[in-house]
T-cell receptor
């Protein structure tokens, strides 16, 4: 059974700091891995999608990497800003399942202090 | 296009009552998903439609739950005889669909259900 774990559960950093969020998964048989952002009481916003054949994806100050063989992904946020404060969720799409039948981690709650 | 819309945003009900939620996906999206999220947890997959066909249901979706997408546009999720354990955020998402598994999901803001 696929399990997704995110470390740390919570993180507080001063504005301007670079930071890394970690995600691990137990089964490497995946279509893709996705990172989402969730603001309090809101839905999810897709940040980055890494296909199983890819190693990383970049969007602005965000860079996500994927090491499928070791079951790990990282989300790197450069020059953090208070507006980055949110919960960041990692999710994998297992092979053989419905498209976007995602299995999520429990998230990392990020607070960026001004 | 205003994105995925869900109604209502909040629903408070008494145990044993029936509730129905509505989701309007992005207009050209033919795939629609329902997820459930409890406090401190990531979302869990419930069910998935391609156009009007319900193609997969999670074991989480007991007999008290039913979802429809009658014309391949909006969808409804009904919970009969609600229980306190049904309290959660119910999230709807849509995607464009196609043969490629690599799709971007667009989520609505969710319906927060509280069962008293």
């Amino acid at each position: 059974k696929q399990e997704v774990t995110q470390i740390p559960a919570a993180l507080s950093v001063p504005e301007g700091e670079n930071l890394v969020l970690n995600c691990s998964f137990t089964d490497s048989a995946i279509y893709n891995l996705q990172w989402f952002r969730q603001d309090p009481g809101k839905g999810l916003t897709s940040l980055l999608l890494i296909q199983s054949s890819q190693r990383e994806q970049t969007s602005g100050r965000l860079n996500a990497s994927l090491d499928k063989s070791s079951g790990r992904s990282t989300l790197y946020i450069a020059a953090s800003q208070p507006g980055d404060s949110a919960t960041y969720l990692c999710a994998v799409c297992p092979l053989g399942g419905a498209t976007n039948k995602l299995i999520f981690g429990t998230g990392t709650l990020l607070a960026v202090q001004p | 296009d205003t994105g995925v819309s869900q109604d209502p945003r909040h629903k408070i009900t008494k145990r044993g009552q029936n509730v129905t939620f509505r989701c309007d996906p992005i207009s050209e999206h033919n795939r629609l998903y329902w997820y459930r999220q409890t406090l401190g947890q990531g979302p869990e997959f419930l069910t998935y439609f391609q156009n009007e066909a319900q193609l997969e249901k999670s074991r989480l979706l007991s007999d008290r739950f039913s979802a429809e997408r009658p014309k391949g546009s909006f969808s409804t999720l009904e919970i009969q005889r609600t229980e306190q354990g049904d309290s959660a955020m119910y999230l709807c998402a849509s995607s464009l669909g196609g043969t490629d598994a690599f799709e971007k999901l667009f989520f609505g803001s969710g319906t927060q259900l509280s069962v008293l």
